[in-house]
């Protein structure tokens, strides 16, 4: 089970009625889905990870959605599938908001979001710009899904308290192109996507 480090004010972000926006407001009042009608939980955990063998290359999402109230934090919902052709940042962003939708089908009044790229949480934040054109749309729909929730933290943490969505990443892609070694791109501040030489999801 991946360790979970309690939130401290440094790394967390809490938005109440409404993420901020990409560039402008991205939903209008009511637009965004809301989360189940009732909720099960009090708060869900979602931790995503996303990459790509290659910049662009086969790309594959992982999600885990937690109750972080039970000792040890009971696995709720997974995502592990393949995306086709995309870059490492364009992964990370659809994990997220698989991630989004799988802890909003289980209900619950609060959402955390962990995830080791750091672009996305800041962007997702406004902290960040969001530069690239293939990334405005998806921060601007997980920005949406968010802002469905009454109150969301957002937290980059480290690889290696990541694991579990990382290898659902893996699981997916190994199923599609076999076991490579090797690390993906990392995510520049920019939203830039620069070439790497080709290589498997970052392993453990």
């Known amino acids: 089970m991946t360790k979970r480090v309690p939130l401290d004010a440094a790394n967390q972000q809490s938005f109440f009625g409404g993420a901020p926006p990409v560039d402008g407001p991205v939903f209008a009042p009511g637009e965004a889905p809301a989360p189940a009608m009732t909720p099960n939980y009090d708060v869900l955990e979602v931790s995503s990870d996303g990459g790509s063998r290659g910049n662009p290359g086969p790309a594959a999402i992982g999600a885990v959605v937690v ?55 800041e962007q997702v934040r406004g902290r960040y710009k969001v530069k690239h054109p293939a990334l405005k749309p998806l921060a601007a729909e997980a920005q949406r899904k968010l802002g469905a929730w009454a109150h969301v933290e957002l937290r980059h943490v480290p690889r290696e308290e990541n694991t579990e969505a990382d290898a659902l990443v893996n699981r997916a892609l190994d199923a599609t192109q076999g076991p490579a070694a090797g690390r993906p791109t990392s995510a520049g501040r920019s939203g830039a996507m620069p070439a790497r030489a080709p290589g498997a999801h970052r392993g453990r």
């Open 67 to 121: 109750d972080p109230s039970s000792d040890p934090p009971q696995v709720l919902a997974e995502v592990s599938e393949c995306i086709g052709v995309a870059t490492n940042n364009v992964a990370e962003y659809k994990a997220l908001i698989a991630g989004i939708d799988a802890a909003a089908a289980l209900g619950a009044r609060r959402l955390v979001v962990r995830a080791d790229s750091l672009l996305v949480i």
